[in-house]
């Protein structure tokens, strides 16, 4: 799309009918309606099922190859992209390079706007090669209204090398068609303030990167059952975390299951398999190595 086209057309760019008084309702009213319409992520998340599951199986097999997971974006997009991958590595024990988030104007765009960088392809384009992104890994463009240029450039080489590509944004293909691996359109219809895709297209965004990299993860074996058997070992909450979830698994008492964490140097999985295998840390470690981080895989051998 040209810089002097109307982006009238856009689904995140309409008026949304239902809020044409947003100026003059109640505080209940407006809660009200903002309630109403976030039903829509719901709905836009069912509707983009198959896309999400395709991009879920796209990363964890890339990332099992040694690849690494890249969100790029701009604004609010770039944001929320950002903030999911620096919720990797205390929540799955990941190193910071795994999953990372590239934002137009880098750091100081999280906390002051700057919008304008995102008008320029090329740089977009230069953030592939300054991050060293390769054919193994996964670039996942977010871009709510799809026509982002940073975003767009950046897709585009990484096409060009072979990269896996995944597109998400909040209008239809045929508004704003995109050249990727995975397209996945997240429709939630206008803002109720008309073009602020802060609202439900940064809602609904922040519901598929949740889904996205957390499936990736219990595809990685980061997860037994539905317990975050990496979580790192941080702060006094998610040490009591790890002390809670091997209680739960092991049924021992609190005080045995501090010492069997400690003895494995606070890696909960290490500590379970400890347990269970009845076997030293250095034995667990290495058996965990050899089945490439996964417990159940490990359990059985």
């Known amino acids: 799309m040209q810089a002097n086209q109307s982006r ?60 690494r997971l890249f969100y790029i974006g701009a604004g609010t997009s770039g944001r929320l992209g950002v903030l999911d991958a620096a919720e990797c590595p205390p929540t799955f024990c990941t190193p910071p390079e795994l999953v990372q988030g590239i ?11 700057s919008e304008s960088l995102e008008d320029r392809p090329e740089d977009g384009a230069q953030a592939v090669i300054d991050y060293g992104i390769t054919e193994k890994d996964v670039l996942v463009g977010i871009t709510a209204g799809g026509t982002t240029p940073y975003v767009r450039g950046a897709l585009a080489a990484a096409n060009e090398m072979g990269t896996k590509t995944i597109f998400i944004s909040c209008v239809p293909i045929d508004q704003v068609p995109c050249d990727v691996d995975v397209n996945i359109r997240l429709l939630t ?36 059952g539905n317990r975050m058997i990496d979580v790192a070992v941080t702060n006094d909450k998610l040490y009591d975390r790890a002390l809670r979830i091997l209680q739960d698994l092991t049924d021992l008492p609190r005080a045995e299951a501090e010492t069997l964490l400690d003895k494995s140097k606070r890696k909960v999985k290490t500590a379970l398999l400890m347990y269970w295998n009845q076997i030293d840390a250095a034995e667990a470690e290495d058996l965990l190595a050899q089945q490439s981080g996964d417990l159940r895989s490990a359990l059985k051998a």
């Open 189 to 224: 219809g206008p803002e109720i303030l008309a073009g602020s895709t802060r609202l439900k297209a940064g809602t609904v965004t922040k519901m598929a990167l949740n889904i996205l990299s957390t499936s990736v993860m219990v595809k990685l074996g980061k997860v037994y």
């Open 103 to 113: 934002l137009a104007g880098g750091k100081d765009a999280l906390v002051k706007s």
């Open 8 to 67: 009238g057309h856009l689904l995140t760019e309409q008026i949304n009918p239902n809020s044409q008084n947003l100026d003059q309702m109640t505080a209940v009213a407006l809660v009200d309606l903002f309630n109403a319409e976030d039903q829509k992520t719901i709905e836009a998340i069912a509707a983009a099922r198959i896309e999400l599951a395709e991009a879920i199986e796209i990363t964890s097999a890339a990332l099992n190859n040694n690849g």
